[in-house]
């Protein structure tokens, strides 16, 4: 006989489910938060790059204002890098680093729950910053002075405070995350055994702490000048502009690593697994990923060559920024080097990995030709650089962010996602993400401006073609959303080792050997 649960208990009960998540310190409840809430982010973005591509469909103003566009842009550019890209990376480090290193739950829990629990709020403070009187901050991401502080409107004192929340978030979120690492290892896990994932999740922390407070200066900097008549950044009362663009792009060049640093570590999980081999040097690996690391602080004027510098400066940071290809281009060798002669599967994991380094190796590429300084004067703000930081963000991060989910939602949920599905969603994204990002390379080489609400006629076919690229991409998400709710939802009970056999060393819980050793299957005449 069926038992009847009265509605106060029931009631209750629902009551209770959503004081456990709002009062959770268990590691895989905030790890979960964080990657639902990065997915709506994600959502709101891509909606704003939408209307983006909606106006630039053609040529002349159809759908919105210019100064609406340029909110847009700012907004879009603020939310897909702190808001998803980055909470993401949290919640996958939230979910697998104690479980890879042998720790009962992170080091600070109710701290980790706190790091997380702002985050809503710092966004909802910028995106109600866009019903303000005057608009919501329309300076672009990188908010240059002046335009972030002469010419700003009113709503910059939101902006301010909502970047501030971000960053204390971002660095609890690090120290939590060092000191889990540090303290909470099993006994026999020394370093040189950790998962490359819990290697690069270690270094990015070191990074977050040492550019989030640059940040916070910089912004603090541009609220004072704009509210409180100092001169940092105003020429007139004896500051200087481009020191602003000095400031920022010490903490933004980092940012990007900090972004694409956990990426290396997913696509070295899933390869090796889906190759049926042992990583091709691990301890290479976590040197270049150290290198890249240190590099990352000395290449930040690379995005300031048509400024005026001296010839030494960009001589510079020329070749610094070249030097950096060289331990990233160790990476790409050794991912391809654990698949030679190697058993590979091709399951919906792998195939993002694959495209990973595909298409990132394709925005470095692009990157090298930024790097060259008589290039860059020509392709300096144009479509070009949109391209090329597009390929190394939504080929690269997001696509090794997708990756992660398709690989370890079967441990997370015990139930296995819709392979079907799951194709579709592949292939549609690889498909409609190159005719978004990969026209926009010809967009700039033929010199057409970025952050533009209008533009010349002759480039009118290529951005109707790049605009359509943009919705197909955007819907195709629409396919994760529904993999992802049927899997948690139930279906296929996953095995124990859901790959048959590709069991990386992620799912050993730390063990003390630093590979796992794989049997090759036997060939079939």
Known sequence: MTEVIPVEVEHDCKFNGWVRWLFTTNHKDIGTLYLVFSFVMFLIGGVMALIIRAELFQPGLQLIEPNFFNQMTTVHGLIMVFGAVMPAFTGLANWMVPMMIGAPDMAFPRM????????????????????????????????????????SPDSTALFVF?????????????????????????????????????????????LLIAVMPVLAGTVTMVLTDKYFDTSFFEAAGGGDPVMFQH????????????????????????VPAFSRKKLFGYVSMVYATASIAG?????????????????????????????????TGVKIFNWVATMWRGALTFETPMLF?????????????????????????QYHDTYFVVAHF?????????????????????????????????????????????????????????????????????????????????????????????????CVRGGVPALAKPWEGAEGLEWEIASP?????????????
């Open 247 to 270: 400031i920022f792009w010490f903490f933004g060049h980092p940012e990007v690593y900090i972004m694409i640093l956990p990426s290396f570590g997913i696509v070295s999980a899933i």
């Open 513 to 525: 050997a630093p590979y796992h050793t794989f049997s090759r299957p036997p060939k079939i005449d």
């Open 295 to 327: 590099l990352s602080f000395v290449v930040w004027a690379h995005h300031m060559f048509t400024t005026g510098m001296p010839v030494f400066a960009e001589l510079f940071f020329m070749y610094c920024t070249m030097l950096i290809s060289v331990p």
């Open 353 to 377: 990995a694959l495209t990973f380094i595909i298409l990132f190796t394709i925005g470095g590429f692009s990157g090298l030709m930024l790097a060259i300084i008589p290039a860059d004067f």
């Open 112 to 151: 980790n729950n706190w790091s997380f629990w702002i985050l809503p709020f710092a966004f909802l403070i910028l995106l109600g910053s866009l019903f303000m009187e005057g608009g919501g901050p329309n300076f672009g991401w990188t908010f240059y002075a002046p335009l972030s502080t002469v010419y």
């Open 390 to 486: 597009h390929y190394v963000l939504v080929t690269g991060a997001v696509f090794s962010i997708i990756a992660a989910v398709y690989y370890w939602i079967p441990k997370w949920t015990g139930y296995m996602y819709d392979t079907n599905l799951a194709s579709w969603h592949f292939w549609c994204s690889l498909i409609s993400v190159n005719i978004l990002f990969f026209p926009m390379h010809f967009l700039g080489l033929a010199g057409m401006p970025r952050r533009i609400p209008d533009y010349a006629l002759q480039f009118a076919d290529i951005n109707a073609i790049v605009s359509v690229g943009a919705f197909l991409f955007g819907f195709s998400q629409l396919f994760f959303l529904v993999v992802v709710v049927k």
């Open 162 to 206: 909502s970047i501030h929340i971000m960053g204390m978030s971002s660095i609890m979120g690090a120290i939590n995350i060092i000191v889990t690492i540090m303290n909470l290892r099993a006994p026999s896990l020394t370093y040189m055994k950790m998962p490359l994932f819990v290697w690069t999740w270690f270094i990015t922390a070191f």
